[in-house]
């Protein structure tokens, strides 16, 4: 079976998407900073066929077009424009590290440094793949990318594609359909902008979000450096998440749902002392892939939404976890429509945008199958933060949680941060206790 090159033949500049140009004018103001890549680490150990391994990853890349694109800027002052061509597809980069003192922490040295590195936009290559030999048995394949092309979600198709052509080199599976052109993706949200339903999507938003609500704003290059932010990793009990699958079976609320109510509950009875509002932005990751091409193309998709959470008097549990899932659906029949586009409505100046934070991202993402190996993925790198990031991490049953607490100190106090690490889990624990759908929110 031969690659498959998805690359536009006719060498077109096109385009870039509203996501993309907000990711530019960021690189434009910060050149030198590296606070937008994404890359993961998968680690796979067991009877690997390094031949098929190999050849798995670098089919992949090849149907990946967008890890090609390269960037154009005019020299008559308009947007940049992008392509992708075959010549730029990046070569897989095999090290053997055994000869290593530790050869782990070599790797993870070597990774890092790669994550910090700063990256011109018009220059440099915007993606990275690596197979790094740590052991007889042992692989980890580093693949990172700009954000620009690639978020999250993107990194993860590129993963299980690659996990089903491995199975099907070592004779275990079906090739399967290969990934879909990035070209696909553009021109789809080329015609989403032409047609009546971005129309009817700006008017949902003009009103959800009308003048009356107030949404901070960011400067553009005042980003605080990664380094001086605030991280704490913590496992969630097995009890809690038996306890949150229980909770989903009962209510028929999805497990990612109820995380994101709940700790947007939890963050509106917590808010500082002094805000004085009885309702709380909180915003909100948004795949905004299904009924769209780019389910079946890595690019940099993912919207931004925000939710307003208030809990009025005595509501119950329940009734909140309802009240908020009916926003949640309106939401999202409308969420294509980019946050981008919102703030260039509300007449954001150049070189501003929304301060995302609190931001809820709730990622419930197998890590992918290799076969006869044990895997496990590694976040690298995940893009830009803003203030106060919970990042809440699982399988697709809800097993294996755990929750991220990432805050920048500027915004965050030390106290306040040290509380969030403390009480969020124990408010999770309360809220999904028997009988609490019952009880009124200002009580638990």
Known sequence: MEPIRQCDTSGSWLPLTLAQLDFWEEYSLQPDQSISTVAHCIDIEGAVDQAALIESITRTVTEA????????????????????AAEWTPNLVLRDLRGEPDPLQAAQR????????????????LAAQWLLRVSERRHLWYSRGHHIILDGYGMVLLERRCAQLYAHLIGRGEPGKPLKPFAHYL????????????????????????SSHDL???????????????????ALTETLERRLNAVANDTGIGWPDLL????????????PAGHGSDALAVWLPFMSRWGSVSAYIPS?????????????????????????????RRQRRHGRYRIEQFAADRGLSKGTRFLFSPLINVLPFDTPVFWGCRVERQVIATGPGDGFDLTYRGRSDGSALSLMLDADPAIVASDEYARHRRELPAFLARALSPGALTTAVAHL
Request: negative net charge; contains cysteine.
């Open 187 to 210: 021109a789809e949200e080329e015609a989403y902008r032409r047609s009546q339903r971005f129309d009817e999507d700006r008017r949902f938003w003009r009103d959800y979000l009308d």
């Open 260 to 271: 994101v109510m709940l700790t947007g509950l939890y963050l509106l009875q917590h808010q």
């Open 110 to 125: 070597l990774m890092r440094a790669d994550v910090e590195a700063r990256c011109d936009l018009l220059q440099s290559p």
């Open 65 to 84: 077009d967008v890890l090609s694109v390269r960037f154009h800027l005019p020299s008559d002052g308009r947007q940049p424009l992008q392509r992708c």
């Open 216 to 234: 901070s704003v960011l400067h553009k290059g005042e980003e605080s450096d990664v380094a001086e932010e605030r991280h704490a990793e913590l």
């Open 300 to 328: 940099l998709t993912v919207n931004i939404l925000p939710l307003y959470v208030d809990a009025p008097g005595e509501e119950s549990l329940g009734s909140f976890l309802n009240r908020m899932t009916n926003v949640l």
